[in-house]
């Protein structure tokens, strides 16, 4: 669809942010607070896809508060919803679906240790962000999904355009048609979080990930319960690995955090290199949840929220180069996420203040805008997010390369032991949509029915995730060949859109001449999975119309 023939109003910035995520809010703070510091007025727009600001927010979440003490060093005073600081540490190898062995303490910290960290609602976090950094001054647009890239005619991003609304699935202007609007800046700094849309654009039209290894994802899958208080103990914090992933040979672990209010977020992470195309990572979370360590706390309990997210846990090794003409990539965006902490919400917060500093040092020297701020890298290497990252560079990659137990020993000699000093960087160049083996060679998975107390249907868990789509729109989930999902796609690998999805976005239905291929975009949580692992590169994800999707409650 062209909108080269729509009138476009526009907006000028010196600097425009999009998402507003940890990263994105916590850029936004620092750009405002260099500025008022030097008596500066450098104008900052935040736009937002979400209904509002932590609607699309989705973590575990376990927030260490280095880079927060470094922002706002006050938060406490101001009310910064970190309220259950984390009391124990219990991690698992699950190694059947009744028996499970614990780590003793001191071995279990030398990998996850959570002291000092607190156990928070990422959604709540920033909407509490997002309100310090309206009072600095920033302009945050929610409701808004950024569909495009702006580039002058040397092909230097100069800001976005965001998408149109109100055209129906053909792609006609309706009734109420507005037309999407130009936010112009000096410079634009993209923080859409993992798989971004506009940040895949990006990687390829610059070519950004020419010298990087392969990134890699898995999907996080996240349900909230309110448990029985008599159960509750808050600040304790659960991780395993091992059953039932382990059991069809995939990897990923875990967790169960007790929250605040007798609430615990629980929630299963799959490795998306997973081979089997008949594992269901929606379906694995059901089954964790019957181990009796787990069950044991959903007696008598009620499912109150899910949600699904793709994370990355390429590593050090896989980031992209993260300056360009008139813009930089920050956060998950790029993949500053610490795979064997399962945390990215501080590094996303670091990566967004040092792009915020070098945003402003440009702004402060008199730039026209859109140069390629190329020492931006320079100062995330300087950044301790960056001597985090290189600790944890091999955890992924052995995993994958040595499977689940094997992986795990290596990675706690090399990053437990030994910090991540052995004089080595593993790869692993094989991208998660090619690990996929055909249907004919692996093992059917039966999956027990749901029985509505502990486990559920994905259709009633999608109801608890508030997600709603404007119908009449045209479809975001793109095929890139109509034909595929059933020519190729079925015969080979029996569609695997039907199982990797988490929200019954795909269905093969039966239709007049034959088996079909059913888009329920109405369903998506934008977790992005299908953008990832669908195994032609079929499907591309791309912004619905603005505020669609999940509408999260403390997630």
Known sequence: MSTQHTIREHMEYDVVIVGAGPSGLSAACRIKQLSQQHNKDFSVCVVEKGSEVGAHILSGALMQPTALDELFPDWKARGAPLEVPVTRDEVYYFNSSSRAIRFPSLLAERVIHNEGNYVISLGNFCRWLAKQAEELGVDIYPGFSASEVLYDDSNRVMGIATGDMGRDQQGNKKTHFQPGIELRAKYTLFCEGCRGSLGKQLISKYNLDRDSGTQH?????????????????PGKTLHSFGWPLSENGATGGAFLYHADNNQVSLGLITDLNYANPHLSPFDELQRWKH????A??????KRISYGARAINKGGLQALPKL???GGLLSGCEAGFMNYPKIKGSHTAMKTGMVAAETIYEALNTNSVGQQDLSHYEHAIKNAWVYDELHQSRNVAPAMHRFGMLLGSAFSFIDYGVFKGTLPFTLQDPQEDHQSLKQASECSTIRYPKPDSII???????????NTNHEEDQPCHLVLKDQQKPMTYNLP???EPAQRYCPAGVYEVVDGDDGPLFQINAQNC????????KDPTQNIEWVTPEGSGGPNYPNM
């Open 217 to 233: 994802y898995a999907l996080g899958i996240k349900e909230l319960w309110q448990i029985d208080p008599d159960l509750h103990q």
């Open 291 to 294: 181990h009796p360590q787990i």
């Open 296 to 301: 044991q706390y959903l007696k008598g309990a």
């Open 323 to 325: 300056s360009f003409p």
């Open 455 to 465: 486990s559920f249907d994905k259709l009633s868990s999608v109801f608890l995730s």
């Open 492 to 494: 080979l690998y029996d």
């Open 525 to 532: 949580l934008h977790c992005k999975t299908c953008d990832i």
